[in-house]
């Protein structure tokens, strides 16, 4: 969940800093109050492309920053690692994005920077909207797939079918290289062995090639290196404050015995003269690591020399050098027996085959099982939402072997009675979009592991019960995850369990917008949905606002 939001100069706001908690969190004001911006933040630290316009008028950039709790799950930390970012800190994700009026943005990942490919990849695990002008994850073939699988409990089982299919993905990657190679001369040949001869002479790995670069480095400067610790050593030495410690040591000595209070200050005068020794100390060694001998700086520059000409040609990191070797590798492995290994390799691809279509055979049985009654349980929840006479249902067809199995899942929806079955994305509108998500997160609420959801006109052209109905579903979906929701509904705001009060404030010259928490602060939680209710000074919608809160708690 985010813990902590910051926003700076974005849209109308100049800033605003939020702690927020787990559960329902309700953002109301008046049209127009800038309720956008909040969601604006989000969506940027979600990885969404944003104009340049969205920087305040006057600034020169727009900033939003976000700490978000990750816990034991193991998908932040795996994708970290995948797109070699910084790893969580104490379960904390740290993301940072600024927006430059006239400059390129900065984005930065628990301190480390990175790019918007990257944020958008982590965009999508922890944060799901859901109203008009997001993305619109459900309308994705691959999203109701991913719902489906949930539901019908399949993790571990698409997990053993996806290794096989990336081992016969691969398996045919080589039959195609080896079949489409061509023969190599023995002059290639040779020239070849050569070059993958100089590559094994030397270590390749990231650890290896860093610490040859800095002992070249320190080799190449040794002169001056040199200097420089002769001129540290004799300054902590006996000619600078080697000679200058010990009296001042001894002058403490006396001051303490005078002075109590001056104790503590002749003990961190003491710890002063250690540390100064342990400096001189390390110096010394490190300038000691010097000497080294003509043929050893010879095979440095030789390797040093090496590495530079195998970077230039194929790369311009170790990795890429690692890579073209591998290649050379297969290269010349090819020059053997091809047709028997082409043969070998293609049998264990068709056996692969066939044992991937029997797991996507299972898959197909457990999909078209669970497809029933999660869209059994989302018609349900569709009804008392407001849609009476709506129908869903969960499609699976038969498909070309895939990465996910054999099939193809598409979610079928008709809003009203009379109406054909069509494609979701071809029937909804954002509102109802929105609480067909509703609907299908709250059935999911138990497997779904998306920690933040936010909802946007998922109240549209809904009101009385049915809008009370759909605040109760989404404090209920606050219980396992951190729902946001921008409501005009004063029966949805009422049940949240924080409340973010938005206003916008003019004058001839300005326009600033600001967001308030009024969660623990009760009149002013009333008057808000007073205000909601038609008329914050009217004596009746007070107290309606006053009975909304007691039933709500």
């Known amino acids: 969940m985010i813990r902590r939001l910051l926003i700076r100069d974005l849209a109308l706001m100049d800033r605003a800093e939020l702690t927020l908690g787990p559960g329902f969190t309700v953002v109301t004001g008046e049209t127009g109050a800038g309720k956008s911006v909040l969601l604006g933040a989000l969506s940027l630290l979600a990885g969404n492309r944003a104009p340049r316009t969205i920087v305040r008028k006057g600034a020169e950039e727009c900033a939003v920053e976000a700490e978000l709790e990750c816990g034991e799950d193991p998908r932040f930390a795996a994708l970290l690692n995948e797109l070699d970012l910084p790893a969580c800190d104490d379960g904390l994700l740290i993301l940072k994005r600024s927006v430059h009026a006239t400059k390129a943005g900065r984005i ?119 200097a420089l610790f002769s001129q540290l050593d004799a300054g902590l030495g006996s000619d ?83 890579e073209r070797r591998e290649a050379l590798r297969r290269r010349l492995a090819s020059q053997g027996d091809v047709e028997a290994r082409v043969a070998a390799v293609r049998a264990e691809a068709a056996a692969l ?120 579903e989404l404090a209920a979906l606050g219980g396992g995850h951190q729902v946001f929701c921008v409501t005009h509904l004063p029966q949805v705001a009422a049940l949240g369990h924080s409340h973010l009060v938005v206003t916008k404030t003019q004058d001839a010259r300005t326009t600033a917008v600001a967001i308030d928490p009024v969660h623990g602060r009760r009149k002013e939680r009333e008057s808000e949905l007073a205000r909601m209710l038609g008329d914050r000074s009217s004596k009746v919608a007070l107290a309606h606002a006053r009975e909304l809160l007691d039933g709500a708690s």
């Open 108 to 226: 930065s990942v628990n301190g480390g920077s990175a790019t918007l490919a990257q944020l958008e990849k982590l965009g999508e695990i922890w944060i799901d909207f859901h109203g008009p002008g997001e993305p619109q994850k459900l309308m994705r073939p691959a999203t109701q797939m991913e719902m489906l699988d949930l539901h019908a409990g399949l993790g571990a089982r698409l997990d053993e079918y996806r290794a096989g299919w990336r081992r016969r993905q691969a398996l045919l990657r080589e039959a195609d290289e080896a079949t489409g190679a061509e023969r190599l001369s023995e002059d290639e040949e040779t020239f070849l062995r050569s070059q993958l001869d100089r590559m094994d002479s030397l270590d390749l790995s990231d650890e290896a090639v860093v610490r040859l670069e800095r002992e070249h480095g320190r080799a190449s400067r040794a002169q001056e290196l040199s």
């Open 353 to 472: 085959e066939k044992v991937l279509r029997g797991q996507a055979g299972a898959l197909r049985t457990a999909r078209t099982k669970a497809a029933e009654k999660l869209a059994s349980a989302a018609r349900r929840m569709l009804g008392s939402l407001g849609f009476k006479k709506a129908d869903l249902r969960v499609d699976v067809a038969s498909a070309e072997l895939g990465p996910d199995g054999a099939d193809a899942v598409r979610f079928l929806f008709c809003p009203n009675a009379g109406q054909d079955l069509l494609p979701l994305d071809q029937i909804a509108s954002s509102g109802e979009a929105a609480r067909v998500m509703l609907a299908l997160k709250t059935v999911l609420a138990a497997v779904d592991r998306t920690p933040v959801l936010v909802f946007d006109e998922v109240d549209a052209n809904v009101g009385g019960e049915i809008g009370a109905q759909v605040g109760r």
């Open 240 to 322: 600078g404050l080697g000679e200058v410690l010990p009296r001042l040591l001894k002058a403490a000595e006396d001051a303490a015995r005078i002075d109590p209070e001056a104790a503590a200050l002749r003990d961190r005068l003491r710890s002063l003269a250690a540390e100064a020794d342990d400096l001189r100390s390390d110096f010394s060694r490190l300038a000691r690591g010097l000497s080294v001998d003509e043929e050893g700086v010879a095979e440095l520059e030789g390797r040093m020399n090496l590495w530079l000409e195998l970077r230039r040609k194929h790369g311009p990191d170790a990795a890429s050098v690692r």
